[in-house]
């Protein structure tokens, strides 16, 4: 049974940073495509950035430039590394993987900004 867990979130203010991690477990093979999501109250869930099975990342355009995500094989980790956060950025941040036509959803990890 494939797992995500994120981790990382937390209360930060308005242009400051955090790295969320996602950490896979379950299976010794490569999850692909791998991505990160958030959900605002109120609001739909979104894509934020995601690792295609090329390996190339693409970003949602509200997050391009401010925002990285990389990805840890060894580790079976991807990470998003969020700099100069905006109150608007406020959402609970989810990591999703597929692995062997299913998608796997990690729990979800809270990112609130404060001005």
């Known amino acids: 049974q494939v797992q995500l867990v994120e981790s990382g979130g937390g209360l930060v203010q308005v242009g400051g940073s955090l790295r969320l991690s996602c950490a896979a477990s379950?299976?010794?093979?490569?999850?692909?495509?791998m991505g990160w999501y958030r959900q605002a109250p109120g609001k739909q869930r979104e894509l934020v950035a995601v690792?295609?099975?090329?390996?190339?990342?693409n970003y949602a355009d509200s997050v391009k430039g401010r925002f990285t995500m990389s990805r840890d094989e060894v580790k079976k980790t991807v990470y998003l590394q969020m700099n100069s956060l905006k109150t608007e950025d406020t959402a609970v941040y989810y990591c999703?993987?597929?692995?062997?036509?299913?998608?796997?959803w990690g729990q979800g990890t809270q990112v609130t900004v404060s001005s």
């Open positions: 690792i295609t099975i090329s390996g190339s990342i």
């Open positions: 379950g299976t010794s093979a490569s999850i692909n495509p």
């Open positions: 999703k993987g597929r692995y062997r036509f299913f998608d796997y």
